[in-house]
């Protein structure tokens, strides 16, 4: 008879059928997506290893325990929900909206040699600045500290700017507003 355990780790639950079985389950992504991923990654470890969906699970059969520890460690690392970054848009009265697009995103954002790619690190997305010239506004996105401080900032240069004629009259009131 067969050793059946059970474990529940956070929200991922991890089933031992015997010693050569490891089911895994997925909550977010597609189950044939980190099927991809775990075939590419055994391929290149030569295990012994193979993989099978089964019911929505993917269930591996051979590999060490230390193995099969890693997929689970990479499947929890991979399997989260898709989060939307949040976005500001800021109206802005005096200022070039192109130019104050540029010195905000070159104040917080270091960029590679080709001084376009931005540096990221780890996982986390980079400050991004899009100035959209017929409203004079800026979308600002990325993560939350530093998109507050990148607003003050855009708002601190509009308002040291002298008014910009667009040929229609004023651009309009300074305001930030989700």
Known sequence: MPLVFIATIGFQSLALASEREFTLHCEYLRTAEILKTFRQIAGHVDFNVTFKEVDGDIVMEGGTADFRARLQALKEAIDVPYSQPPTRWIKLRHGDVIH???????????????????????????????????????LVFGPEAVMEAAVELALLIDGMQKPVSRGCGDVGASLVHQ
Do not use: H, W
């Not at 899009?130 to 506004?137: D, G, S, Y």
């Open 100 to 138: 104050i697009a540029d010195v905000v995103t070159k104040a917080f954002v270091e960029t590679g040699p080709d001084d376009k790619t931005p540096i990221v690190a780890g996982n986390e997305m980079p400050l991004q600045v899009v100035p959209a010239v017929r409203t004079n506004e800026l």
